[in-house]
T-cell receptor, first 112, second 113 residues
Framework: DTGVSQDPRHKITKRGQNVTFRCDPI?????LYWYRQTLGQGPEFLTY????????KSRLLSDRFSAERPKGSFSTLEIQRTEQGDSAMYLCASSPPSFEQFFGPGTRLTVL | LAKTTQPISMDSYEGQEVNITCSHNNIATNDYITWYQQFPSQGPRFIIQGYKTKVTNEVASLFIPADRKSSTLSLPRVSLSDTAVYYCLVGVSYGGSQGNLIFGKGTKLSVKP
C-alpha cells in the first residue's frame, strides 16, 4: 500500500443524478477526511472520521451529501441530486495519530 | 475559527531562498500550524508542522514567533520543481477537535530559471 487511493478519478454526471466516490486510506490510518476543492481555492473541509465514527461535519455538507466509513476502513462519499455547483475536486486524506494528513489524487466531478 | 492570510503569488529564481508568510491572528492555544504543497491535479502534500519557535526538516524550515499570530515557511535553494501552490493550515490540534481545519487560499510560487 503506497498511498491513499480514490475511485473514480473523474466523474461526469447530469444534474439530478446521484454519484458515489470511494476512498481507500493508508492501511492502519485511523483518521480519514473528505475535502472539496474548486479551481483557484484551497481545500474546504467536509467531514472527518476516526475509525468508523463520523466525528465532524462541516456546514458545507448539505443533506444531499452523506459519508460512511464501514468497519473503519474505506470510505464513501455520496452526493444525491447533484447540482452544477457540486462540480469540484473531491479529496480524501488519511492520517495516523501524528495528524500529518496524506492526500489522495482526488476525484474530479463535473455536473452538466 | 482561525483564518489565514497569505500572499496570492510569489516569484523566485532557482537557487534562491524563498520565505512565505502566513497570518493567523485568531489562532487557538491548541492549534498547530501546518504547511502543504500542491501541484496541479494532485492532492496536497505535507511539508512541515510546528507549534512554536522553529522547526526544520529535510525540505523546509518553519519559523513561528512567540505570539504565534504568523508563521513563515522557508524553502532553501528552490528549484523549478518547487513551482506549486503552498497552503498554510491552522487548526490541526493534538487531541482536539478536527472540525476547524482551514486552508488558506494558498500562495502560488513560480520558480524561474
Amino acid at each position: 500500500d503506497t498511498g491513499v487511493s480514490q475511485d473514480p478519478r473523474h466523474k461526469i454526471t447530469k444534474r439530478g443524478q446521484n454519484v458515489t466516490f470511494r476512498c481507500d486510506p493508508i492501511s492502519e490510518h485511523n483518521r480519514l477526511y473528505w475535502y472539496r476543492q474548486t479551481l483557484g481555492q484551497g481545500p474546504e473541509f467536509l467531514t472527518y472520521f476516526q475509525n468508523e465514527a463520523q466525528l465532524e461535519k462541516s456546514r458545507l455538507l448539505s443533506d444531499r451529501f452523506s459519508a460512511e466509513r464501514p468497519k473503519g476502513s474505506f470510505s464513501t462519499l455520496e452526493i444525491q441530486r447533484t447540482e452544477q455547483g457540486d462540480s469540484a475536486m473531491y479529496l480524501c486524506a488519511s492520517s495516523p495519530p501524528s495528524f500529518e494528513q496524506f492526500f489522495g489524487p482526488g476525484t474530479r466531478l463535473t455536473v452538466l | 475559527l482561525a483564518k489565514t492570510t497569505q500572499p496570492i503569488s510569489m516569484d523566485s529564481y532557482e537557487g534562491q531562498e524563498v520565505n512565505i508568510t502566513c497570518s493567523h491572528n485568531n489562532i487557538a492555544t491548541n492549534d498547530y500550524i501546518t504547511w502543504y504543497q500542491q501541484f496541479p491535479s494532485q492532492g496536497p502534500r505535507f511539508i512541515i508542522q510546528g507549534y512554536k519557535t522553529k522547526v526544520t526538516n529535510e525540505v523546509a524550515s518553519l519559523f513561528i514567533p512567540a505570539d504565534r499570530k504568523s508563521s513563515t515557511l522557508s524553502l532553501p535553494r528552490v528549484s523549478l520543481s518547487d513551482t506549486a501552490v503552498y497552503y498554510c493550515l491552522v487548526g490541526v490540534s493534538y487531541g482536539g477537535s478536527q472540525g476547524n481545519l482551514i486552508f488558506g487560499k494558498g500562495t502560488k510560487l513560480s520558480v524561474k530559471p
